[in-house]
């Protein structure tokens, strides 16, 4: 079946302007995450959504950050006033609700100029 | 704190050789563990994971693991390396109390033939 998708693959933006990524998430999955992976590190946990339940924001690194999802289809990820340190791969994930086991999309690559 | 910790960086292995990396994890109980293998420009794939049970646990592409509590380590090992696997291999741990996977910051296998 399907995966996870994201759009766009690669984002190149000016300093200072607003981006919005997207995800689609594997369906009959309820469980979304954006995780952010600089150039050589690891992945940091952005945001959480499980179904109607109120997400997990705790990983969000400013208010410039934001992300909606609809039920439990698609989310956008979006950063405002975007900086230069915002550069990095921008990678979703979804899950079944009960399980910890996470499908990964391939990522949207944001370069900020 | 939660947190996963792989020590080496950046590892050399000639085609045809054995393969350990290394991951250590820092929770109070025992986690979900998982590990990834990330090549250029792609997403996250999942070799194996370790919920519970055998401590021994195989994966694709012949990679497997090894879960030991008294360590508090979870090493992928491959009995002999392909050119093929040079990549980046991300372990991961799932607690429950955070609903996000916790990674380490990667280590990048290079293979030489």
């Known amino acids: 079946g399907a995966g996870v998708s994201q759009s766009p693959s690669n984002k190149v933006t000016e300093k200072g302007k607003d981006v919005e990524l997207r995800c689609d998430p594997i369906s009959g999955h309820t469980a979304l995450y954006w995780y952010r992976q600089r150039l050589g590190q690891g992945l940091e946990f952005l945001i959480y959504?499980?179904?109607?339940?109120?997400?997990?924001k705790s990983g969000l690194p400013s208010d410039r950050f934001s992300a909606e999802r609809t039920g439990e289809s698609v989310s956008t990820l979006t950063i405002q006033r975007t900086q230069q340190e915002d550069s990095a791969v921008y990678l979703c994930?979804?899950?079944?609700?009960?399980?910890?086991?996470?499908?990964f999309g391939p990522g949207t690559r944001l370069t900020v100029l | 704190a939660q947190s996963v910790t792989q020590p080496d960086i950046h590892i050399t292995v000639s085609e045809g050789a054995s393969l350990e990396l290394r991951c250590n994890y820092s929770y109070g109980a025992t986690p979900y563990l998982f590990w990834y293998v990330q090549s250029p420009g792609q997403g996250l794939q999942l070799l194996l994971k370790y919920f519970s049970g055998d401590t021994l646990v195989q994966g694709i592409k012949g990679f497997e693991a090894e879960f030991k509590r008294s360590q508090s380590s979870f090493n992928l090992r491959k009995p002999s390396v392909h050119w093929s696997d040079a990549a980046e291999y991300f372990c991961?741990?799932?607690?429950?109390?955070?609903?996000?996977?916790?990674f380490g910051t990667g280590t990048r296998l290079q293979v030489t033939l």
């Open positions: 959504f499980q179904g109607n339940s109120a997400p997990d």
């Open positions: 991961a741990m799932y607690t429950g109390t955070a609903s996000k996977l916790t």
């Open positions: 994930a979804s899950s079944r609700s009960t399980s910890p086991q996470q499908y």
